[in-house]
């Protein structure tokens, strides 16, 4: 695992470096040349006697000790180089560049595997293969360009791609982004994404260690080591936003409940990335955009002011923002006005304020300061600044950068003017400012990391669960699903309110349970997964000769083996129900229930366990929340409850993670209380 010789060595061979810096031996051994590596440079190469300047080691027995070995040889010569290093030259840390493994072949696997635990015996430390390398500020081992400027407070960049973490980085350089540290996994033989976050937060100091993380990911192998570790890193202050790549899937999948239709790796991972409160982006320009909002003082509140000299691009930026729950309020009172008077005509000050083409930098200086100190109801700026070409705007930028080190607000500069400002933008930059190229990928980005929820707290436990009873059941039944006594044993003992219930198998029980429940009453068929689809539902049963019809009707439909007599109850249907997920733990759902959940499929998703704030804001993030408020005189549901019921289905799920499906669709809800009426369980054991 991550170890000294891997962030700090005191000396380096590359293993396959070469005067052909067309390859990434030589590219490499320039890099770290280039980026004047402190310590003892070596390089093993056997049809070479000087490399780039220095003497090489035709043979690598001929080598010293040395930390760190960067390997860029055929995979077939890998394990052998490996093992000597590792066993005779105490080498403690390897970053492999060569592909042929596990992404390519069988045998690449063995061989990946053959390395891994060659340097696991050794309690060494191994980045790839397959991958580009490692650059932070003590050596550029990386075989690629460009070089980002390195700043101990820049950004710390994961990425499983090479290529792909090479683009993230061409997006961001321009945008005035440093990089602290650069980690490309490849194939994560022994070190993957999870890791490196890990060793960054068990090693985090808040006076130097970097604020902002930036991940590209291709498979999360440890979805809890990930949410343990960017949970602690964002409790300590820390920023963090990540893609996720390839989490759809291709197809439908088959599934027994709704809440297996309505779960997948693609919610799994929007539910952990929001437990954690890390920003998820989908694109490279998202991902740096909102790295660069981050390098940015927080935005407190809401309210933006749009400062522009050209009228469309803020009226772009006012949809975008308006569209996404940022306000840009009206500026008005007598400081507008005094402010409008030191202005050309036909300037306005409304919001967005509009200082035309003509406006000065000495005007511009006027309106920040209005803004950071009169207009006290704003809690940031976005300056939007370009040029036609006619003039420097040197002047202009030199303004801002002073007003952005004196404002008590955020100031967002964007720089349209790519062509036209450049020098000025590389000027402007150069005072080690951030900027924004487009406006409209600026709103979506801060209004994303507005809009990301604070992460839950998990501090609220259920304490009245019946832990002894739930292990029982569950101890003692097989997989499949579980029968409907065993499903109100389960409800009760987590405290889950359920309709008063009966299952039956003979007609004379039918109406006696029927009649003892109180007509009138519902029949379902137990059995079957979708009742209503086979007819196996009636409702308003509420006599004994109609409750005996019934039971004759449902009970000859194929696949059922009891039928469930429950008293019909009245209220807005809901639903709450969780799925294991691969990897993931179980995830939760709630939702309107009923039929409404297969037609709107509108559901949240949260990966257990859930405290009360973030099941109520699970509640609120429903597309229907308005029916479950109440709406036009209807009753609505009571959300205390309905938060309740979700804290105690997780509850139920921590006591019993064998249970593999779980739907309560419908709860039915209403100003006073929830009740479950429809049940069904899926046990799922682990094989011995």
């Given at each position: 695992?991550?170890?000294?010789?891997?962030?700090?060595?005191?000396?380096?061979?590359v293993?396959?470096?070469?005067n052909k810096?067309?390859?990434?031996?030589g590219?490499?051994?320039?890099?770290?040349?280039?980026?004047?590596?402190?310590?003892?440079?070596?390089?093993?190469?056997?049809?070479?006697?000087?490399?780039?300047?220095?003497?090489?080691?035709?043979?690598?027995?001929?080598?010293?000790?040395?930390?760190?070995?960067i390997?860029?040889?055929?995979?077939?010569?890998?394990?052998?180089?490996?093992?000597?290093?590792?066993?005779?030259?105490?080498?403690?840390?390897?970053?492999?560049?060569?592909?042929?493994?596990?992404?390519?072949?069988?045998?690449?696997?063995?061989?990946?595997?053959?390395?891994?635990?060659?340097?696991?015996?050794?309690?060494?430390?191994?980045?790839?293969?397959?991958?580009?390398?490692v650059?932070?500020?003590?050596?550029?081992?990386?075989f690629?360009?460009?070089?980002?400027?390195?700043?101990?407070?820049?950004?710390?960049?994961?990425?499983?791609?090479?290529?792909?973490?090479?683009?993230?980085?061409?997006?961001?350089?321009?945008?005035?982004?440093?990089?602290?540290?650069?980690?490309?996994?490849?194939?994560?033989?022994?070190?993957?994404?999870?890791?490196?976050?890990?060793?960054?937060?068990?090693?985090?100091?808040?006076?130097?260690?970097?604020?902002?993380?930036?991940?590209?990911?291709?498979?999360?192998?440890?979805?809890?080591?990930?949410?343990?570790h960017t949970?602690?890193?964002?409790?300590?202050?820390?920023?963090?936003?990540?893609?996720?790549?390839?989490?759809?899937?291709?197809?439908?999948?088959?599934?027994?409940?709704?809440?297996?239709?309505?779960?997948?790796?693609e919610?799994?991972?929007?539910?952990?990335?929001?437990?954690?409160?890390i920003?998820?982006?989908?694109?490279?320009?998202?991902?740096?955009?909102?790295?660069?909002?981050?390098?940015?003082?927080?935005?407190?509140?809401?309210?933006?002011?749009?400062?522009?000299?050209?009228?469309?691009?803020?009226?772009l930026?006012?949809?975008?923002?308006?569209?996404?729950?940022?306000?840009?309020?009206?500026?008005?009172?007598?400081?507008?006005?005094?402010?409008?008077?030191?202005?050309?005509?036909?300037?306005?000050?409304?919001?967005?304020?509009?200082?035309?083409?003509?406006?000065?930098?000495?005007?511009?200086?006027?309106?920040?300061?209005?803004?950071?100190?009169?207009?006290?109801?704003?809690?940031?700026?976005?300056?939007?600044?370009?040029?036609?070409?006619?003039?420097?705007?040197?002047?202009?930028?030199?303004?801002?950068?002073?007003?952005?080190?004196?404002?008590?607000?955020?100031?967002?500069?964007?720089?349209?003017?790519?062509?036209?400002?450049?020098?000025?933008?590389?000027?402007?930059?150069?005072?080690?400012?951030?900027?924004?190229?487009?406006?409209?990928?600026?709103?979506?980005?801060?209004?994303?990391?507005?809009?990301?929820?604070?992460?839950?707290?998990?501090?609220?436990?259920?304490t009245?669960?019946?832990?002894?009873?739930?292990?029982?059941?569950?101890?003692?039944?097989?997989?499949?699903?579980?029968?409907?006594?065993?499903?109100?044993?389960?409800?009760?003992?987590?405290?889950?309110?359920?309709?008063?219930?009966?299952?039956?198998?003979s007609r004379?029980?039918?109406?006696?349970?029927?009649?003892?429940?109180?007509?009138?009453?519902?029949?379902?068929?137990?059995?079957?997964?979708?009742k209503?689809?086979?007819?196996?539902?009636?409702?308003n049963?509420?006599?004994?000769?109609?409750?005996a019809?019934?039971f004759?009707?449902?009970?000859?439909?194929?696949?059922?083996?009891?039928?469930?007599?429950q008293?019909?109850?009245?209220?807005?249907?809901?639903?709450?129900?969780?799925?294991?997920?691969?990897?993931?733990?179980?995830m939760?759902?709630?939702?309107?229930?009923?039929?409404?959940?297969?037609?709107?499929?509108?559901?949240?998703?949260?990966?257990?366990?859930?405290?009360?704030?973030?099941?109520?804001?699970?509640?609120?993030?429903?597309?229907?929340?308005?029916?479950?408020?109440?709406?036009?005189?209807?009753?609505?549901?009571?959300?205390?409850?309905?938060?309740e019921?979700?804290?105690?289905l997780?509850?139920?799920v921590?006591?019993?993670?064998?249970?593999?499906?779980?739907?309560?669709?419908?709860?039915?809800?209403?100003?006073?209380?929830?009740?479950?009426?429809?049940?069904?369980?899926?046990?799922?054991?682990?094989?011995?």
């Open positions: 695992m991550i170890n000294k010789e891997l962030i700090n060595p005191g000396s380096i061979v293993v396959g470096g070469s810096i067309q390859k990434p031996g590219k490499v051994l320039k890099n770290i040349l280039d980026g004047g590596f402190r310590g003892e440079l070596y390089v093993s190469n056997p049809k070479e006697e000087e490399v780039q300047g220095i003497r090489t080691h035709r043979n690598p027995e001929e080598l010293p000790h040395v930390d760190l070995a390997i860029a040889v055929a995979a077939k010569l890998c394990p052998d180089i490996i093992r000597l290093l590792a066993e005779d030259k105490g080498t403690r840390a390897f970053i492999l560049l060569s592909a042929g493994f596990s992404e390519e072949s069988e045998e690449g696997a063995r061989l990946e595997k053959e390395i891994r635990d060659i340097v696991n015996s050794v309690n060494g430390a191994l980045i790839g293969p397959n991958c580009i390398g650059l932070n500020q003590n050596y550029n081992g990386i690629t360009t460009p070089i980002p400027k390195l700043d101990p407070q820049g950004v710390d960049f994961i990425s499983g791609s090479g290529a792909t973490a090479v683009f993230i980085m061409e997006s961001a350089i321009p945008k005035g982004l440093k990089f602290s540290t650069v980690y490309s996994v490849g194939n994560s033989a022994q070190i993957g994404v999870e890791e490196i976050l890990k060793y960054m937060d068990e090693n985090f100091d808040p006076e130097k260690s970097a604020k902002v993380k930036l991940l590209y990911i291709e498979s999360i192998e440890n979805p809890q080591m990930l949410l343990k949970s602690s890193l964002i409790r300590k202050g820390c920023k963090i936003a990540a893609i996720k790549a390839g989490a759809s899937e291709a197809g439908s999948r088959a599934a027994s409940s709704h809440t297996g239709a309505l779960s997948s790796p919610t799994a991972v929007d539910a952990l990335f929001r437990k954690a409160g920003v998820r982006c989908h694109g490279r320009e998202e991902l740096t955009t909102v790295a660069s909002v981050f390098m940015h003082p927080e935005l407190k509140g809401n309210n933006i002011a749009i400062i522009t000299h050209a009228g469309g691009p803020a009226v930026l006012t949809d975008v923002l308006a569209n996404n729950g940022l306000e840009i309020p009206p500026i008005e009172g007598p400081d507008s006005q005094e402010l409008l008077e030191e202005l050309f005509p036909g300037s306005s000050v409304t919001n967005p304020i509009d200082f035309l083409a003509t406006g000065t930098a000495e005007q511009l200086g006027k309106i920040i300061d209005y803004c950071s100190e009169k207009f006290h109801h704003i809690d940031g700026m976005v300056v939007i600044f370009g040029s036609p070409g006619l003039f420097p705007v040197y002047e202009v930028y030199d303004v801002l950068d002073e007003k952005m080190k004196k404002s008590k607000k955020p100031i967002y500069p964007i720089m349209p003017s790519v062509i036209n400002a450049k020098d000025e933008i590389d000027h402007f930059i150069g005072k080690d400012r951030i900027i924004f190229f487009d406006e409209v990928l600026f709103g979506q980005a801060l209004a994303k990391v507005r809009n990301t929820p604070l992460q839950a707290s998990n501090q609220t436990k259920v009245d669960v019946n832990t002894k009873t739930i292990r029982t059941i569950v101890d003692n039944t097989n997989n499949g699903y579980l029968h409907p006594d065993q499903v109100r044993e389960l409800l009760d003992a987590v405290g889950i309110e359920r309709a008063g219930e009966a299952t039956v198998s004379e029980d039918a109406m006696d349970e029927a009649e003892r429940l109180g007509f009138p009453v519902v029949m379902k068929v137990v059995g079957p997964i979708h209503s689809d086979v007819g196996g539902i009636a409702l049963v509420s006599d004994r000769k109609t409750a019809k019934e004759d009707r449902m009970i000859s439909i194929q696949g059922t083996t009891g039928i469930l007599i008293p019909m109850l009245k209220g807005t249907e809901i639903f709450i129900g969780a799925k294991k997920e691969d990897k993931f733990g179980h939760l759902l709630c939702g309107l229930g009923g039929i409404l959940i297969e037609v709107l499929k509108d559901v949240s998703h949260a990966l257990i366990p859930i405290e009360k704030a973030e099941a109520k804001q699970m509640i609120h993030n429903l597309k229907g929340y308005g029916i479950i408020r109440g709406i036009r005189g209807q009753e609505g549901v009571n959300e205390e409850a309905f938060a019921a979700i804290v105690r997780s509850a139920l921590e006591s019993a993670p064998e249970i593999a499906e779980i739907d309560l669709n419908p709860l039915l809800g209403n100003a006073r209380e929830i009740t479950a009426v429809d049940s069904r369980i899926r046990i799922e054991k682990q094989e011995e």
